[in-house]
């Protein structure tokens, strides 16, 4: 009874939590961000720094640099997996502590140092190693790895896998709808006719590069001291090759090692991370905006639920809320995308701080893009095409036939075709009888003549059945 009495309280206070957060991703849509907890939280970024410092001091002592007196340091495999469990066992109640250190410090990465020594001062033989924790570092050679770590594992985790969902979802509508003709609309006018799935199958091209560009991109990072020099490093050790030992540590992190810094590693990889993520939240938005209007003039039916409330005073409504929110999520996160790419790339001298605040963030950007992809995932998984508007649509526009008409003219050398149909169709109601009528008149092969009269707009669609069928 008191392990329900204990889960019910738990309930509670989470429900509250929710209710009375600031931000709407910790709030309303915190069900659907808490994965970005393991990435981007304070306690996330204690942990990524943890990992760092760790594996510097390791990577120290596998270059025999550590000393104990007079003596190189060897420690058993025993000891190194001590200083493995440091970052490992490493948890939310454990960061406590470094917060706890903080509060005197008023320092956050100079905090993680003073907890790591803690730690080896538990253990008799790593203790001895302590004053080589954070050795030769600035803070920003902690700060630019975890950042890059951090960023890296969200995205191949996180991201890339909610936009191959995206992806997959409009690839299946390309392939089911390929053979659904429909009419174009080119500055909001009807044009030639396509198919419902090839203009999924144009979004989903684009997605699918853009994503390969963002999967490939490495983040960089550097650790070359607090001016980019390795000042203290060749003071230190002056007969190691400190550039190419900073490059192998880096790169043993799957990270790309950048040797021209300030004491900041400047950011130009993140904000080409940003720019890939904005160039693809725009291309979703787009897309979000293109159903949201097909739905309106009744090209796509939405599925109802029975419980659901469209409008708190017209029962009839069922809005397209999905694609509104997934637009109004993207433009949030392509906001703070765009801030990224103008802010990070700029620093006063050797560096200044305004970078940190704005680093914490990278979290909220993701969290809104994985709300909006999620919202349009939603919204396409309820829409259908409405043949009936779609068929009868085509029907009443047989002017779309104006385009084709006139190329068979050209190529059989009919004077003045363009102007000939322009003068027939612009702004002109025209029906089939009225376009076979021309048809009849002019001058063309027999065959020819006959192909155009039994050419009706649904079947004018060019290759577009089999582009959508290719993706």
Not at 137 to 153: G, P
Not at 200 to 218: D, M, P, Q, V
Not at 271 to 293: K, P
Not at 373 to 398: A, C, F, Q, V
């Amino acid at each position: 009874m008191l392990i329900f009495r204990r889960l019910y309280k738990f309930s509670s206070q989470l429900r509250e939590s929710t209710l009375t957060a600031i931000s709407p991703l910790d709030g309303r849509y915190a069900s659907q961000t808490t994965a970005i907890k393991d990435y981007f939280s304070e306690y996330a970024l204690m942990k990524y720094r943890i990992k760092v410092e760790i594996e510097w001091l390791k990577f120290l002592h596998s270059k025999n640099m550590i000393k104990q007196g007079n003596s190189v340091l060897n420690l058993t495999a025993l000891d190194l997996t001590y200083l493995d469990l440091i970052y490992d066992k490493f948890d939310v109640t454990k960061s406590f502590r470094v917060k706890q250190i903080e509060s005197t410090t008023n320092h956050d990465v100079k905090s993680i140092e003073y907890y790591i020594k803690e730690e080896l001062d538990k253990n008799p033989v790593l203790h001895s190693m302590k004053e080589y924790v954070h050795f030769c570092c600035t803070s920003e050679d902690i700060n630019n790895i975890a950042y890059s770590l951090m960023m890296t594992d969200a995205k191949n985790n996180l991201l890339m896998k909610s936009l191959e969902g995206v992806i997959n979802k409009l690839v299946q509508l390309s392939h089911d709808h390929h053979n659904v003709p429909m009419l174009s609309r080119t500055h909001g006018q009807v044009a030639s006719p396509t198919t419902v799935g090839k203009e999924f199958a144009n979004f989903a091209y684009r997605i699918k590069n853009h994503s390969e560009l963002l999967r490939n991109l490495k983040f960089e990072a550097k650790l070359n001291g607090a001016v980019g020099n390795y000042n203290a490093h060749l003071l230190a050790y002056p007969n190691y090759d400190w550039p190419n030992l900073s490059k192998q540590f880096i790169e043993e992190l799957k990270l790309k090692h950048n040797p021209f810094t300030t004491q900041i590693e400047p950011h130009d990889s993140v904000a080409l991370y940003y720019s890939y993520l904005n160039i693809i939240n725009s291309i979703l938005t787009g897309l979000s905006r293109d159903v949201w209007s097909y739905i309106s003039i009744n090209y796509f039916e939405q599925k109802t639920i029975k419980s659901e409330v469209g409008s708190s005073t017209m029962p009839h409504k069922v809005n397209p809320i999905d694609f509104e929110n997934c637009e109004g999520n993207l433009g949030l996160s392509n906001s703070l995308a765009q801030h990224f790419m103008n802010k990070l790339v700029i620093s006063r001298y050797q560096r200044d701080l305004s970078d940190s605040t704005v680093m914490r963030n990278h979290g909220v950007c993701l969290g809104y893009a994985l709300v909006g992809y999620r919202s349009l995932i939603k919204g396409l998984d309820k829409i259908s095409p409405n043949y009936n508007t779609i068929l009868n649509d085509l029907e009443n526009h047989w002017e779309v036939l104006a385009e084709p008409i006139q190329q068979i003219m050209r190529q059989y050398g009919v004077p003045n075709p363009y102007e000939q149909l322009k003068e027939l169709t612009r702004g002109q109601k025209i029906t089939k009888d009225s376009l076979r009528e021309f048809i009849s008149k002019l001058t063309l092969p027999d065959e020819v003549k006959k192909k155009l009269l039994t050419l009706e707009p649904k079947d004018y669609i060019g290759n577009a059945d089999k582009m959508a069928r290719l993706i």
